[in-house]
């Protein structure tokens, strides 16, 4: 395991500054305390080029009407399957019990880790997570602007404090943390942070069109990487990232692993649902309505790279992939892969191009029916998630997860409002640990996210023309 | 208003035996006290062939997840704008104040009118209505078999005491109503009651194959119709019907009339809801679901021509006109008409031929962008229609109208649960009254319905073809 021992710092990091971040050094521009990321307040108004991630209020969409409360303890038998992950138990009425993922590989020296990007969903997300995750040690903030990377790191002791608390230690254990960016002195570039031996790990939160090629760069330099969905723009320069990626294991005897981050997946609420349609055997009918209005003061929309997108969908490719990967998670396997789709697709809202609006009828392989409607131009508010099986039915709309079987008592269990970013970059550092990727954020899951969406999009550039799924898994 | 007269007893009705219909002499086959038909509980477990209606069932979809309760009084804008009906007031809070709409014409001598079939549907729904409306006097019963005509007939006295009981009268005025039907003496047939001068108008509601025949019958005859929905089976032959009912106007100078029932155009959650889309300009984004299990329980299940049906659709045309109109309630007028369609059709239940469930992405002539999902062959319950509008967002999702303006408060009515079936009668007699038939009664709009429908069937069997619809309003 030698990925896991903490590297002496190599000569081009060493003649870097090495910023100890303290709080009282390094306050908020506010004055405030840093808020929880986790309760996903604004931590910061930064609108940095390479924020992430739209698709992060998964459950915003349904304003006041949402019921709020917590679930029940669950253990998904969906994870545990593949005895990848163990989830974080949900503690019932208020009795917080923490069994964190990565548990096992604590004992290990932690993993080094470097966060590239600093923009609204690093912030909010990636970071809490990153000093969350006992097994992972974070060493490095890159991001284009050193203001960025500044105004990042400066959450850093908030944060800690917080974990701190909420574990119940007295003790803070501040990480050193340097920092990078293309205006920082020589020696400090992107370059210089995956030439670092003591970091064997990046995640990768960059601007849909910018994230493959730094991707190629951290798996030529041998680290172990966790990219932001997409995985890219379009299905040809997905699966040339993934070519090039199984080429570099090959070339590196297997050194550098690629993941992407599709937290849905790690959303306790779906993965409940998931497993109990999946108890229930074949898809007969499926409904996914996901409906919403990105305003203009929205503070995702203020991103330049999202007004003005270089790629297919715009805000239904960036949100859209999660719904697609939530959507997925109920459509699996060799009788439940979507098969065929037709859609219209639509520009609403002038101010969100090229598209804001996807309506879609899909056939899985085994015949079953499903609609699809997702638009980010909608005053409609949904976010609805409807599946019928030979045995039953399961409905997952805002955090409550309704779950009838054919002949059995409905029940309804509401979920804590969470990301799922906390689980998804645990396990992601336990696959590290285990020498095995997690199967949930294969490239190839991403893939088949990009592609259940991008077909929808060309169906709808050609008026409704039949499309074939091919990478359905 | 000659038509309003009572007219005497024609020769061959006053051959016929005239039954003076007393609870005591007619009592219900199992002694039991017929229960009030508008609270929908089952009346009877007759079978006849010609009950109607399978789509009656429009909040029974949603088992114990519905909440129920009273709405507050509210008038609809949607139904005065043509002046021709006005609702019943709801009243709040227990008040019951009722406001007859065919009340206009309760001064004039009542229509005479017949029912024509003794199935289910008018077991529950019509012959209750008639009897509630002032405006109306019962004067024949016709079904295919005496045992059927009889055991309608049957609950007129439980229904006329508890008529007056709810309008707090101590006097009951039980009608004379005569029995008609194919294997009763000569002169007690179909023809004989359409042969009557004092019976001006007829409610129809036979299996829809064995319909049309009917219609043209009793027009041909001078009748004013009301007549179960389809208007067919089909375009062609609801065209015909059509083409027919305008030669027979004409050459009769006007004197005939004919109506279809759509009892959903009269449910007031619905006109509700649309009145409040119509308030919010063009429509952008619609999303109707209605997925529920026919089973083989269901007493509509149980019905010989449900069971194999003739006609297009099945179950997906017998229920799912009912949807079409609701849908269309919103899709109205020259931006928001339905335009285009792509459809799946499926048979997911063996028992519900041909087809159960449709799946389709519908366009309007404005551009907006929907879908609509039935199916009477699913375990998934639902019961909604969503639309947005460019000045805000209408939800109906069982009894529960949710509406929220662009910049304005989310407001939810919770409506009694209703047939309709009482209002679209009144609604019938008060336009027989002024010498002019409701709009929202018209076969053109029953024509549109089962276009709406007939457009995604004929798309899910070309494989998702291209259709363009011609007939919406």
């Known amino acids: 395991m030698s990925l896991l021992r903490a590297a002496p710092v190599s000569p081009s990091a060493a003649a870097m500054t090495r910023l100890r971040v303290r709080r009282d050094t390094l306050p908020r521009a506010d004055g405030a305390a840093p ?7 604004p931590v910061d108004t930064d609108t940095e080029d390479d924020d992430h991630d739209v698709g992060l209020d998964e459950g915003g969409l349904e304003g006041g009407a949402r019921r709020r409360g917590r679930t029940g303890g669950f253990e998904s038998i969906f994870w545990k399957s593949s005895d990848y992950i163990s989830p974080e138990r949900k503690a019932v009425s208020g009795e917080r019990k923490r069994v964190t993922m990565a548990s096992s590989s604590s ?5 080094g880790v470097a966060i590239i990007g600093g923009g609204l969903f690093v912030k909010e997300q990636h970071l809490p997570a990153v000093l969350a995750c006992r097994s992972l040690a974070l060493r490095a903030i890159y991001s284009r602007s050193l203001k960025s990377a500044e105004s990042t790191a400066a959450l850093i002791p908030g944060l800690v404090a917080a974990a701190a608390a909420e574990a119940g230690q007295t003790q803070q254990q501040q990480p050193h943390v340097d920092l990078y960016s293309e205006d ?11 030439s670092r031996d003591d970091i064997s790990a990046v995640i990768i939160a960059l601007p849909i069109l910018a994230q493959p090629a730094v991707v190629e760069a951290a798996l030529a330099a041998g680290k172990h990487v966790l990219a932001e969905k997409p995985i890219a723009k379009d299905v040809p320069a997905a699966k040339a990232l993934i070519a090039s990626y199984h080429a570099q294991r090959a070339a590196t005897s297997g050194r550098c692993t690629l993941s992407i981050a599709e937290n849905f997946r790690f959303i306790p609420r779906f993965a409940y649902a998931a497993e109990a349609a999946a108890r229930m055997g074949r898809v007969t009918h499926f409904s996914v309505k996901v409906m919403s209005h990105m305003r203009p003061d929205n503070k995702y929309y203020q991103t330049a790279w999202r007004q003005e997108p270089g790629y297919q969908g715009g805000f239904l490719l960036d949100g859209g992939v999660h719904h697609a990967a939530a959507a997925r998670l109920f459509l699996r396997g060799e009788a439940n892969r979507a098969a065929t789709v037709r859609a219209a697709t639509d520009l609403v809202q002038p101010g969100l191009p090229p598209i804001d609006t996807v309506a879609a009828v899909v056939r899985t392989a085994g015949g079953a029916t499903g609609t699809f409607l997702h638009s980010a131009g909608t005053l409609m508010e949904a976010f609805e998630w409807d599946v019928a099986c030979e045995g039953g039915w399961v409905r997952s709309a805002g955090e409550t997860v309704t779950v009838k079987p054919k002949d059995g008592e409905k ?8 990301s799922g970013v906390k689980d998804e970059v645990a396990a992601w550092a336990n696959g590290i640990a285990r020498g095995e990727p997690n199967p949930l954020q294969s490239p190839e899951e991403a893939l088949a ?9 060309v169906s709808g550039e050609r008026d409704g023309e039949l499309g074939r799924y091919e990478l359905q898994l």
Chains 1, 2 share one sequence.
């Open 107 to 111: 004992s290990s020296s932690p993993i």
């Open 449 to 457: 996210d990009l592609e259940f969406l991008e077909k929808m999009f």
């Open 35 to 41: 808020a929880a990321a986790d309760k996903r307040e």
């Open 184 to 194: 920082s002195d020589p020696g400090r570039a992107l370059v210089d942070v995956l």
């Open 411 to 418: 029940t309804e269990r509401v979920f804590e409002r969470t």
